[in-house]
């Protein structure tokens, strides 16, 4: 178990590059088995949830390898729909090799989803959605039984635009006879990207992006190599790490209109901002100003998961900040851990009322989840003092090469084993 330390009061300058997206890779992992034929995602994080998704892979029977920055996926030898319990606990997103397998094999088993525990994430959507394309679904011992005869495209209304369930949905939807209209799907960025990845390697998709998705099924697909988009949460994180330590930034391979929810709170904060093509530039002088809410809302509202990340900021604005989470019923459990550094938030049901004061003092914390826990690390950045941050693991689920890239900036920050 590893731990970073950081010595905080440094502002940050330079230019980072933000790498390939988690929530674009993932979903994209899981579409290689769709095919026989060999997908290479190029430029894919080295995070530990993108290590974990090549392992189920390789325990389908898929051949996997890292070739440089890439991972090569030929599932054209897969023999197993099975995934086992302990490595779907490990991955929330494991639960997304159910539309492909189902498409390709007519059957798929898979232990109930793990990842963060930020709160139920019910795959009701996902199951009732497949259920609607003819699988038949049962539960047993803990683990999620489906098997189809053949795949009926169908229309389907998601109750709430689940991001998880579109996409699964329109994984199994590539496979079966005839046209699948998704309705009330999630419009992410990241939707767009599976879209695009789809029907480079021969599905017909569209519609991604809007309110209505439209699969025509298709018989085969090949294969194909695809760069998945910029992580706008990564790129985020950076950007709410300057304004809270100052400084300027840039960050390069994301557009602004992809976090634009985030920029302009933070211009709300006092910062300055601009964006142009792929890069978003940031400096902040003056002290921060708080705002005085923050709800998280689906795409395009402000993301859940720069939610935590935001907070650390408005710990340190003069004034008053309302952070209301809507998705989640258990994202502030990094809050206990902000008042051990001197943060002033009193949290009720899904609302932290947050009291700005003059800054952080160093301490020692523990990181409970992925964006928690990259809160903390922010914390301690902007803090007067030393500061641990223990079990980074989490962090590592997200952000390659995390500490590097702070450094890169004029951080102090190094890891360390426990």
Not at 50 to 75: P, R
Not at 131 to 137: A, E, F, P, Q, T
């Amino acid at each position: 178990m590893d731990k970073y330390i950081i010595n905080g009061g440094n502002r940050l300058f330079g230019r980072v590059k933000v790498q390939t997206a988690k929530n674009s890779v993932l979903p994209i992992l899981a579409a290689a088995v769709l095919t026989d034929k060999e997908v290479r995602v190029l430029g894919a994080p080295r995070i530990s949830d993108v290590k974990s998704m090549v392992n189920i892979l390789g325990c389908l029977g898929c051949a996997t390898e890292y070739d440089g920055e890439d991972i090569v996926v030929d599932a054209s030898c897969a023999d197993c729909c099975e995934i086992p319990r302990a490595l779907a606990h490990e991955l929330r997103s494991s639960v997304f090799l159910l539309g492909p397998l189902i498409a390709r094999f007519g059957r798929a088993k898979i232990a109930y989803p793990g990842g963060c525990d930020i709160g139920l994430r019910p795959v009701d959507l996902h199951l009732s959605g497949l259920k609607r394309l003819g699988v038949r679904i049962r539960e047993k011992n803990g683990y999620i039984l489906c098997d189809c005869k053949g795949l009926k495209g169908n229309e389907i209304m998601l109750d709430c635009p689940s991001v998880g369930a579109t996409e699964n949905i329109m994984l199994a939807a590539v496979g079966a006879d005839g046209e699948t209209i998704i309705k009330n799907a999630a419009r992410e960025p990241e939707i767009e990207d599976l879209q695009k990845f789809l029907n480079g390697i021969g599905a017909e998709v569209s519609g991604a992006g809007s309110g209505t998705i439209r699969i025509n099924g298709v018989k085969t697909l090949g294969g194909g190599a695809f760069r998945p988009m910029a992580d706008r949460i990564e790129a985020g994180t950076f950007l709410i790490a300057a304004a809270m330590c100052g400084g300027e930034i840039v960050t390069e391979g994301i557009s602004g209109e992809n976090i634009s929810s985030l920029l302009h709170k933070l211009r709300e904060n006092g910062c300055k901002i601009r964006s142009k093509n792929d890069k978003i530039f940031l400096s902040r002088e003056d002290a921060l100003v708080s705002v005085k809410s923050v709800e998280t809302q689906p795409y395009p509202g402000f993301p859940t998961d720069l939610q935590a990340q935001m907070t650390a900021l408005c710990c340190i604005c003069r004034g008053q900040s309302m952070v209301t989470e809507n998705l989640f019923e258990t994202r502030f459990k990094y809050v206990p851990e902000l008042c051990k550094m001197g943060a002033d938030v009193t949290v009720a049901g899904r609302t932290a009322f947050v009291r700005g004061r003059e800054g952080f003092n160093g301490a020692t914390v523990v990181a409970c989840d992925l964006r928690g826990g990259a809160a903390l690390v922010l914390a301690a950045l902007a803090a007067n003092g030393r500061s641990e941050v223990l079990d980074v693991s989490h962090i590592d689920r997200g952000y390659g090469m995390f500490e590097y890239k702070l450094r890169s900036l004029g951080a102090d920050i190094v890891r360390a084993a426990v």
